[in-house]
């Protein structure tokens, strides 16, 4: 894209959704692809290799692995789901964290420098194959048919003759609307950072080389971009915490007792 | 060129999700998934677990200790107010043993001295008896001489003088008697 920037001259081409969709590798392979891949190779080592000799008292490769093993396990998996049925979505939850959390970092790594979360096929995978069968799975199994759909779609307290309304609203929540929120979250952060982020290296890029007298302005237009990185930086995390956060409290919903 | 751009870019609507993409995340996640759970989940559950353990294990070891430490001290103040009983019994067996003996020894005491008023008594009567007897004899013949002299005539006869002499000694006893009784 840059170089078509520069190749277009000085007519400055804002970046749009192209810039998400590079030209395949090799054909059928795209950079995410190859991205995602990346990602689950490097969550699978670290935490084998961090796994395979462990020792009651922690290294510091260890303890790293620990801290965000138990980030998975305590504050996100035991506070949603609580302390009696937590302990089976343990890896269910640290994998959402650790597969969301690493490929939107990708986004910031130099050289990398893709979200592949941006492209709206792969959180949608997590959220739709994921964890919406497996919590509604489980809350079938917890309450019952009939059980869990009146589990899910009346809430308890709420008076006769707003029901005919609220079922259908907290149906449709429930059942259609969760795990398309849960992607599209996601998705439109990382797309969204994505493309400001390309806005303001593009745009500094082009006063620097064809703007005249506007150079002086490209510093600004970098320092917005760098700004962004660690706003960016935050929001990632964030996204993933909050991915597994979401998906923790579904799973922990379907299998409350009560609301 | 540029409306083929165009074109490819609009033909990829990024709300829209590529079915490639989708299973690829599907497969990709899950087979993460496989790995965490299979492998790395049960040896960092056990790790806790061992660590949960160790740290029980300490306190219920110090818990124990504690048990015993307590006992210890239990038999130990039993032990002590055992020796402080014995110690007192053993000092009012001896204060008895005491006063027993300064009872006996103030019976011996004082058999002892009623046994040496006893022989005093015993050698004051020997001495007066014997004194008595010799006091006898030299008065019988003081007072003949002193008769004699007296009478002027000497007493020869032997056994006249014994007779008086014994006569009236007689006599004297029976009226010291009474006296000494």
């Known amino acids: 894209m840059t170089t078509m920037v520069l190749a277009e001259g000085d007519k400055f081409v804002a970046p749009g959704v192209a810039d998400f969709f590079l030209p395949d590798i090799v054909p059928g392979v795209t950079k995410p692809m190859v991205l995602l891949v990346l990602s689950i190779v490097i969550i699978g080592a670290f935490f084998l290799a961090a796994s395979r000799n462990m020792k009651l008292i922690p290294g510091k490769f260890q303890f790293a692995a620990e801290s965000v093993y138990d980030f998975g396990r305590n504050n996100i998996a035991r506070e949603q789901i609580g302390a009696k049925d937590f302990k089976p979505f343990i890896p269910l939850i640290l994998t959402i964290f650790c597969f969301v959390l690493v490929n939107n970092l990708f986004g910031l790594i130099p050289l990398v420098q893709f979200p592949t979360m941006s492209h709206i096929g792969f959180p949608l995978a997590v959220s739709l194959l994921v964890v919406y069968p497996v919590y509604h799975f489980v809350g079938f199994k917890r309450h019952g048919f009939v059980g869990y759909l009146k589990h899910q779609t009346v809430p308890p307290g709420a008076p006769w003759f707003v029901l005919p309304l609220l079922i259908p609203i907290e149906f449709f929540q429930k059942f259609i609307l969760n795990p398309l929120t849960l992607a599209i979250r996601v998705f439109a952060a990382m797309f969204a950072g994505h493309l400001l982020l390309l806005v303001f290296t593009l745009a500094g890029e082009f006063l620097l080389l064809n703007g005249g007298l506007t150079v002086i302005v490209a510093p600004v237009s970098f320092a917005f971009a760098l700004a962004l990185t660690f706003l960016e930086a935050l929001i990632m995390c964030l996204q993933a915490y909050i991915f597994a956060l979401l998906s923790a409290s579904y799973i922990g919903m379907a299998l409350a007792e009560e609301h | ?181």
């Open chain 2, 1 to 181: 060129m540029n409306r083929t751009l165009i074109l490819a870019a609009e033909g990829h609507n990024p709300v829209v999700p590529q079915l490639a993409e989708v299973i690829l995340g599907l497969v990709a996640f899950l087979l993460l998934f496989f790995v965490i759970k299979k492998f790395v989940s049960p040896r960092f559950e056990a790790l806790y677990a061992e660590r949960t353990a160790k740290i029980e294990g300490g306190i219920e070891k110090a818990e124990q200790a504690q048990a015993e430490a307590q006992r210890t001290l239990e038999q130990y103040k039993e032990q002590l107010a055992e020796a402080r009983a014995e110690a007192a019994r053993i000092r009012d067996d001896a204060r008895a043993e005491g006063l027993q003996i300064i009872e006996e020894l103030r019976e011996q005491a004082q058999a002892e001295s009623a046994r040496i008023v006893a022989q005093g008594q015993h050698q004051l009567d020997a001495q007066r008896a014997q004194i008595v007897a010799e006091l006898r004899a030299d008065l019988g013949r003081t007072a003949v001489e002193l008769a004699s002299k007296v009478v002027g005539e000497s007493l020869e006869d032997e056994a006249r003088r014994r007779g008086t002499v014994d006569r009236f000694l007689n006599e004297l006893d029976a009226v010291a008697a009474p006296a000494n009784k």
